[in-house]
């Protein structure tokens, strides 16, 4: 993302990625639970995405006015995780959805992995 972008805009992108996640964790799922899906299956693939898309812009709103990148990228994956778990305990009134440690799991990595790119980008 550009250095000219604004902090304001940088986190209205944040907070509208936010909002996708949340529609996206509130829907009513379509599919019947497929157990198989338990730990690896296309809901983690999403929950590794979303977060890792999350993670990134919250990074570069973080950067904006903090004392270096390392600081940015822990706190985007602290709220990204955190977010998470929200979401998860959320999903419990949704039918057809249920929070599983696998889905936080793959948020994690998803949000380790995002930063690490919002890192690499930001090293260009």
Known sequence: ??????????????????AVLLCGSLVPS?????????YVGP?????????GGFA???AEAFADGRPGPRRA???????SVAY????????????G?????ADTVAGLLGSVVGVL???AHCED
């Open 30 to 38: 379509p599919l019947g639970r497929h157990e198989s899906w338990r």
């Open 73 to 79: 990228g822990l706190s985007a994956i602290a709220v």
């Open 1 to 18: 993302m550009s250095r000219h972008t604004s902090g304001r805009v940088r986190w209205r992108r944040s907070l509208v990625v936010a």
């Open 56 to 58: 990134a812009v919250l």
């Open 117 to 119: 790119a919002w890192h």
């Open 84 to 95: 998470s778990v929200v979401l998860g305990r959320l999903q419990e009134w949704v039918p």
């Open 43 to 51: 809901d983690k693939v999403l929950h590794f995405l979303g977060h």
């Open 97 to 101: 959805r249920m929070p599983e440690t």
